[in-house]
């Protein structure tokens, strides 16, 4: 079992940044790829970054790349997600999600979720 609490979310002007974390309960915490999500109101949840067990491999969405950054400390069973450049459509709950095997790119390969952090880009 893996717990999972999101934090860093808020309210942020376009260009701005914000540093999500996720903290992890638990001492397999690297034994799980790691990622974010997102849903904004009224749509699906989407993938946003994932890293795997070692951080040695990422994959990013295609409208997050080059301004998103995900990293791990397994030493501190926390995961990170830096997001510069910010845009109002990014805004959303964010979602961090762990997962027993590969990097997970889609929901239903997610076995655990955490309860989502508000990041909300104002014009």
């Known amino acids: 079992q893996v717990h999972l609490i999101e934090s860093g979310g808020g309210l942020v002007q376009a260009g701005g940044s914000l540093r999500l974390s996720c903290a992890a309960s638990?001492?397999?915490?690297?034994?799980?790829?790691l990622g974010w999500f997102r849903q904004a109101p009224g749509k699906e949840r989407e993938f946003v970054a994932a890293?795997?067990?070692?951080?040695?491999?990422?994959d990013y969405a295609d409208s997050v790349k080059g301004r998103f950054t995900i990293s791990r400390d397994n030493a501190e069973n926390t995961v990170y997600l830096q997001m510069n450049s910010l845009k109002p459509e990014d805004t959303a709950v964010y979602y961090c999600?762990?997962?027993?095997?590969?990097?997970?790119?889609?929901?239903?390969?997610?076995?655990?979720w955490g309860n989502g952090t508000l990041v909300t880009v104002s014009s």
């Open positions: 999600a762990a997962n027993r095997a590969t990097i997970a790119t889609a929901t239903y390969d997610i076995d655990y």
């Open positions: 890293i795997s067990r070692s951080g040695g491999t990422t």
């Open positions: 638990g001492r397999t915490f690297s034994r799980y790829s």
